[in-house]
């Protein structure tokens, strides 16, 4: 197992809380990343990060905010959940870039927003 | 931008007999290429990747894919099928080149290997 925790693991929430995942690694990669998957569509970049305090939006960033204060913790936040952000978030390592670099994955979290 | 296909969504086959998962890539300059299983309510876990060298690559699972760069593609191979294969199979590229880069996937090939 690469070394990442996700949690919560499982979560239902209603239409327009906020909602929080977390990720953390013992790896102490530089690079985190979070992806979407949903079916038809594969996985998808959410928001990716090179360092603490340093983020950049990946390819379905709408809707989503993170935050890195330390290396060892990767935060997803949905600010006002939909229920078109139904999906499982999985949360990524890798030692440095994509360029190359293995990208290591965790067990995913299932959120449904009802 | 770059691009993946998996131009199937299922691939079927019996327990004993080879398999192969298609892949074909689109990216500007050389590739960087993956290959991924996910299990059932499981993430994904790394089986292989072409940085460069030998176009074919051997992982793990006795898994192995061959690069080529011609036809653009990087099939996904096994001699002989397990029933425990049966599982999502992602392929994905990332462009060689400076700077950070993602890695974008495929949508990904359902295996399903019968006894």
């Known amino acids: 197992d690469a070394g990442i925790t996700q949690s919560p693991r499982h979560k239902v929430t209603e239409t327009g809380t906020p909602v929080t995942l977390r990720c953390h690694q013992t790896e102490n990669h530089r690079y985190m990343y979070w992806y979407r998957q949903d079916p038809g569509h594969g996985l998808r970049l959410i928001h990716y990060s090179y360092g603490v305090k340093d983020t950049d939006k990946g390819e379905v960033s709408d809707g989503y905010s993170v935050s890195r204060s330390k290396t060892e913790d990767f935060l997803l936040t949905l600010e006002s959940a939909t229920s078109s952000q139904t999906s499982v978030y999985f949360c990524?390592?890798?030692?440095?870039?994509?360029?190359?670099?293995?990208?290591?994955f965790g067990e995913g979290s299932w959120l449904t927003v009802v | 931008a770059q691009s993946v296909a998996q131009p199937e969504d299922q691939v079927n086959v019996a327990e004993g007999n080879p398999l192969t998962v298609k892949c074909t890539y689109s990216?500007?300059?050389?590739?960087?290429l993956f290959w991924y299983v996910q299990y059932p309510n499981r993430g994904l876990q790394f089986l292989l990747k072409y940085i460069t060298g030998d176009n074919l690559v051997k992982g793990s699972y006795g898994f192995e894919a061959e690069f080529n760069k011609s036809q653009t593609s990087f099939h996904l191979k096994k001699p002989s099928a397990l029933v425990s294969d049966s599982a999502l199979y992602f392929c994905?590229?990332?462009?060689?080149?400076?700077?950070?880069?993602?890695?974008?996937f495929g949508k990904g090939t359902m295996l399903l290997v019968s006894p």
């Open positions: 994905a590229v990332s462009p060689e080149g400076d700077g950070y880069s993602t890695l974008t």
């Open positions: 990216v500007s300059g050389n590739p960087y």
């Open positions: 990524a390592i890798s030692e440095e870039g994509a360029r190359g670099n293995t990208i290591y």
